[in-house]
């Protein structure tokens, strides 16, 4: 059973903590133009999420006005920019395998000038004598 000492030990160790009003319109401001969310803010500033809402209620424009805001939307741009830097990324490495190709069929080029054989298959070409099955079977001698 829990003792008054121990919830008097917890509340000595809290630390009250105040935040300017120009920080929380700051955050409030962030909040509307959608560059950070209510939990983003709660969790950087280990902040609860009501202490958050009070601060919107408090201080934003927008809910004065009676405006609602969207915050799906704000998700969805989210998403949206994610996918545009995989698309970036898959890009840069399809380039960049591209060039590997490139790379490998010119070295290929050159060493079949080298040793002047055909390294390459080319389509339609006959197979090289001693090159692939016969459809005779081989009875190991």
Do not use: C
Request: overall charge positive.
């Amino acid at each position: 059973m829990a003792k008054l000492q121990d919830f008097s030990n917890e509340a000595s160790k809290r630390v009250n903590r105040y935040f300017s009003e120009s920080f929380k319109r700051k955050k409030v401001r962030e909040i509307e133009k959608n560059t950070s969310t209510v939990l983003e803010v709660s969790r950087e500033y280990e902040v609860s999420t009501t202490a958050v809402y009070k601060w919107l209620d408090k201080y934003s424009h927008n809910r004065k006005r009676g405006v609602k805001q969207v915050v799906e939307l704000m998700s969805d741009t989210r998403r949206l920019k994610d996918l545009k830097a995989r698309i970036r990324e898959l890009e840069q490495m399809l380039g960049q395998k591209q060039f590997e190709i490139e790379f490998k069929d010119k070295m290929i080029d050159i060493a079949e000038e080298m040793y002047d054989i055909d390294i390459k298959k080319k389509l339609g070409s006959k197979p090289l004598p001693g090159s692939g099955s016969t459809g005779k079977p081989t009875d190991g001698k």
